[in-house]
């Protein structure tokens, strides 16, 4: 990601340098550096507990760090508080005025201002958030999106340089969660501002999030763009909380060109270096990464037809699943029990049942590697609140 030094900041960068919160002996946040370019839609995702919202909440300024700075461009506003920091913050209660109309919800903050000629503007706003049509309406007759469309159109009128969103569609059902998600992603892209959107829906982070920052225990675990945490995922967390990943232990066997072939049960596997996070010396113990949908199953009977140069284990089909668009197997295999496969429903092979032999095979382009030893295959997260390392430190 771009970093930006002293001087050469944008107005809208946000830079944490050392930014860290306690609460007694417990840390929320652990020291934290890290800078978002002027006009990007950052997003700081993690289960519940993980320190995102406090991070947030530092930012703009209501929460007070126990070590750090926080900079929005060149100015330090470590020491300023919230209504002098040039942020504004959408909240999931969005807290409209009941008894103001939409028009005046939106002009609140440029009247507050004392400005009078407030048409122009509040119109202009309410095009953007596509709610023209509903200037005169009381919140309590908009639907929950529209409400939260209003919010974001009452702090964007102030003309913040940064955006900061704790969980703003919290509250919506699914499918206008989804909607509103390529909403905001369109608003931000139009007013062009930085956006930084806590939550702990990774869907919804990839949807909308230029970077995202995986959190953990207080800690960014890795940060990049969307493809890149889901493709390749640094560590275990990672990789199992953002979908779905299967992992072999496995060893360093030796290099050839830019790959490494690794030992497993027995077999071959081949895990392109750059790739690679684990160990690459012979020996070394490396945790290989493949996500489900990126493998082939084919019944045993059919594995001469495999071509040359994929990654290939032998197993069992334990349980399959039909989901429309695709079905998911589990498969049991010498050397990964529980094997998720995802395929997709065009041709279906019948004889693909619970008890059959199988190959899978994948693409070695695909695999990931991760430090056996650093990385102990995690647990499933649940992304809307499980436990977690924090709160199990805690
Ligand atoms: P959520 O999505 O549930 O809001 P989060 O990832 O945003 O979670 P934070 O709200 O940042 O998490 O909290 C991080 C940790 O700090 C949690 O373990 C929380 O219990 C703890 N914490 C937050 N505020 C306080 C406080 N005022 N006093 C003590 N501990 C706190």
């Not at 440029?110 to 000629?117: H, Q, T």
């Not at 469309?149 to 499918?175: C, F, S, T, Y």
């Not at 890149?228 to 060893?251: C, H, K, M, Q, W």
């Not at 989901?323 to 429903?345: H, I, K, M």
Request: hydrophobic share 35%; charged share 20%; glycine share 10%.
């Amino acid at each position: 990601m771009k970093t930006t030094h002293g001087t050469n900041a944008h107005g809208g960068d946000v830079r944490l340098t050392g930014l860290g919160k306690t609460y007694g002996a417990f840390t929320a946040v652990h020291p934290l550096d890290l800078t978002v370019p002027e006009g990007s839609f950052f997003a700081l995702l993690g289960a519940s507990g993980c320190g995102k919202t406090t991070t947030l909440r530092m930012i703009a300024g209501l929460e007070e760090p126990t070590s750090g700075t926080v900079h929005l461009g060149d100015q330090d506003v470590t020491g300023l508080p919230p209504y002098k920091r040039p942020v504004n913050t959408v909240f999931q209660s969005y807290a409209l005025f009941p008894h103001l109309d939409v028009f005046e919800n939106v002009a609140f903050g440029l009247r507050r201002r004392g400005i009078r000629n407030v048409k122009k503007q509040v119109g202009e706003m309410l095009e953007l958030v596509q709610l023209g049509e509903q200037a005169r309406k009381k919140p309590h007759r908009l639907s929950g999106g529209q409400q939260q469309r209003v919010a974001v159109a009452r702090a964007l009128i102030n003309h913040p340089k940064v955006l900061l969103l704790d969980e703003p569609l919290g509250a919506l059902d699914l499918k206008l969660r989804r909607r509103m998600q390529l909403e905001l992603k369109r608003i931000q892209t139009e007013v062009g501002i930085t956006f930084v959107h806590v939550t702990h829906d990774q869907e919804e982070a990839m949807t909308m999030a230029d970077t995202v920052a995986v959190m953990n225990g207080g800690r960014v675990e890795q940060l990049g763009p969307p493809t890149e945490l889901y493709e390749n995922p640094r560590t275990t967390f990672v990789a199992d909380f953002l979908g779905t990943s299967n992992f072999i232990e496995a060893d360093v066997d030796t290099r050839s060109g830019d790959d490494l072939v690794l030992r497993a049960g027995g077999g071959k596997l081949v895990l392109p270096s750059a790739r690679n996070s684990g160990p690459t010396a012979a020996g070394g113990k490396v945790l290989l990464g493949v996500r489900p949908e990126k493998i082939s199953l084919v019944h045993a009977d059919d594995a001469g037809r495999i071509p040359e140069g994929r990654n290939r284990i032998t197993g069992r089909i334990s349980d399959s699943s039909y989901l429309g668009v695709s079905t998911q197997f589990v498969v049991d295999s010498p050397v990964c029990t529980a094997f998720e496969v995802y395929v997709q429903n065009i041709d279906r092979d019948p004889r693909l049942v619970p008890g059959t032999e199988v190959v899978l095979h994948w693409n070695p382009a695909h695999t990931f590697g991760l430090d056996a030893a650093q990385s102990p295959p995690a647990g499933t997260v649940d992304p809307a609140g499980g436990e977690t390392a924090a709160e199990e430190a805690a």
